[in-house]
Structure formats: C-alpha cells, structure tokens
C-alpha cells in the first residue's frame, strides 16, 4: 500500500521550475539534443516510480535561471524494509551542466534523512544526445531490482559495533570531507556524533552514519569561527543546500562508511553484533 503521496507534473514545476523547461538554455550547440524533464519523470511514472519531492539549486547568473540543476525523488511501493525505503533520484539540468542521473537512495523513516548510495550498481547516467527512453527505463529497473542489496548492506551496518574511538575515527574522516581545512573549522568532528533523537542513541554503524550525515546535511551545530578581521565569534553551521554537494558529501559518506563496513568485517579483533 502506499505511504507517500505523488506530485503531479504541475506541482514538480512549482516546486522546481526548471523541471518544466520546455527547451534548453540559449546558446546550445546544434548537436544539443534536448529531452524534457518531464519527458522523463513520466517514463519514471509509468513503470511504478512516483515523484514525491522536487527541488532546485539557486543560480547566481540570470540567463541560467529556470534550466538549472533539479532533483526529483521518487518512491515505488514494496521497496520498504526496517524503517527504511529504498528510493531513486532523478538528478538533470537544462545548461549543459550534467546528463540525467539516477542514483539509489535510502530514505530513513525517523528523521527524513536522504542518503546516496555510492555503489556503481546503484548508479547511471544518460546522456541528453541519443537519450534512450529503453535504456532509462532499464536503469530504474535495475535500481528497483538492487533494493534487496541495499537492504542487505543496511542491515550488515546495523550489526556493526562501533567503539567510542571508531567512531572517533569515522567522525574525523567525515569532518575532513567537509572542511578543506579541519582545524579551522568552526565545529569539533566530535559533535557530528551527537544524537538528535532518542532512536540514535546506538553506537552502531548505520546508526553513527546517520548520526554525522543529518548534523552535517541539516547543520545547525554551535560553533566558533573568525570574522574577516580574525576575531572569534559564534556561529552555526548551516544546511547542505547546494544540491551538487549535498550529493557529493552524501554519496563519500556512503563510501566512507562502506570501507569501514568492510574493515570491521575483516579484522576479526572487532566486534559483530550477533543478528
């Protein structure tokens, strides 16, 4: 049954005008084959993908205004699993900026958190030239086939204790992919560990993982910073809104916290949690 409630094409437009684009950004070269958003979000749609959630990234530069980056979400009934769902989002821009992408999502119940799976299997990308609508659709396909997997690798995480200076060590590894400069950064990597709620209270991996990936998405942490004159001052860091980093910061933190899956699993020194 369904748990979610689709968007018509009309409400996408509204959320994220550029979706709705009817041609691409002025200056184009002649081989630039322009293929609609919705052109695909109704291919989407037809094969059991429904768009839930669309949005855009704010452009500086007028001209690029309403053919800029969007994203869709798109959720399908039957892919839910242990309080979470396995979605799939659109990714695509009108001004040359990227092919359409498809990337595997975990959506988590408890706090709307929207990780990226960085897995090759769980990722496409089409070109706009010789767009292929069997193709698309079979890469959604294939998203909707590697649910189980996901599912797999979640529950492996959820398995995984971590110690206080594992999660130390994770911590700082995420702090490092999101200040060029660690220890100039106006917060700690110890308070990307701290709980937001009740439910992620547990030391294990995929609880840790999306421990650090709500407090560096949504921000909101307390922190000290220089101004332009070099004097400290308080500050708080702010949500992830840029949809190209939020899906960078979101797809290495899934890499991150694979290789510590797999480090876990190999040294027999750690601990397992026992299903």
Request: charged fraction near 25%.
């Given at each position: ?31 630039y ?68 992408r ?45 649910a ?7 529950n492996?995480?959820k ?17 490092s ?99």
């Open positions: 049954m369904t748990t979610f409630t689709p968007l018509t094409n009309d409400q996408i437009v509204t959320l994220a005008p550029a979706a709705g684009s009817l041609a691409p950004i002025n200056g184009v070269s002649s081989r084959s322009f293929v609609p958003t919705l052109t695909a979000i109704d291919l989407l749609r037809d094969a059991g993908w429904l768009p839930i959630k669309a949005e855009q990234s704010a452009v500086r530069a007028v001209d690029r205004e309403g053919f800029q980056r969007h994203l869709i979400r798109f959720a399908k009934d039957g892919l839910s699993f242990a309080g979470e769902r396995v979605d799939l989002v659109l990714y695509n821009s009108h001004d040359r900026g990227c092919a359409f498809l990337i595997t999502s975990v959506w988590r119940k408890i706090c709307g958190n929207g990780l990226m799976v960085a897995s090759e299997f769980a990722n496409f990308s089409h070109k706009h030239i010789g767009f292929s609508p069997d193709d698309f659709i079979q890469s959604a396909f294939e998203i909707a086939a590697a189980g997997t996901i599912a797999d690798r979640v492996e995480m398995v995984i204790e971590m110690t206080p200076d594992e999660r130390g060590v994770y911590a700082q590894a995420a702090h992919l999101v200040y060029d400069e660690p220890e100039s950064a106006p917060v700690r990597q110890d308070q990307l560990l701290a709980e937001r709620r009740l439910d992620d209270k547990g030391k294990d991996l995929w609880t840790t993982f999306n421990v650090v990936q709500e407090n560096i998405m949504r921000g909101g942490l307390k922190g000290i910073n220089r101004d332009s004159n070099g004097r400290l001052k308080r500050s708080t860091t702010r949500p992830v809104k840029a949809l190209d980093r939020n899906i960078k910061l979101n797809q290495a933190l899934w890499l991150l916290t694979e290789k510590m899956a797999e480090l876990k699993q190999t040294n027999t020194g750690l601990s397992v949690v026992p299903v």
